[in-house]
């Protein structure tokens, strides 16, 4: 195996997990910043006020995305799969 081919490899899989881990970390940086802007403006200093959302807003995101991500790595694991001839040589 080239390090060319190793290269790919690692390249293929930290695009894979940015990709999939990107929505989940979007709606909890937007859910964050709302939260923290309405404490700011009201005051409120509650720590559950700002974890509750987010778990709210998480789930809600892997229900949304879970298939379109179960997809994607499926489809990833099955391309590495395939390849493993191709890797040997």
């Known amino acids: 195996m080239t390090p060319e081919m190793v290269m790919a490899i690692g390249n293929d899989a930290l695009i894979t997990m940015i990709v999939l881990g990107m929505p989940a970390l979007l709606v909890i940086l937007a859910i964050g910043l ?3 802007v309405f404490q700011a403006a009201t005051q409120i200093n509650e720590q559950t006020l700002s974890f509750i959302p987010k778990l709210i807003g998480l789930s809600v995101t892997m ?3 879970g298939p379109w991500m ?3 790595i ?5 391309s590495l799969i395939t390849n493993i001839p191709n890797l040997l040589r």
């Open 74 to 78: 499926v489809s990833y694991t099955q």
């Open 34 to 36: 709302l939260v923290g």
């Open 63 to 65: 229900v949304v995305a």
């Open 70 to 72: 179960l997809k994607v």
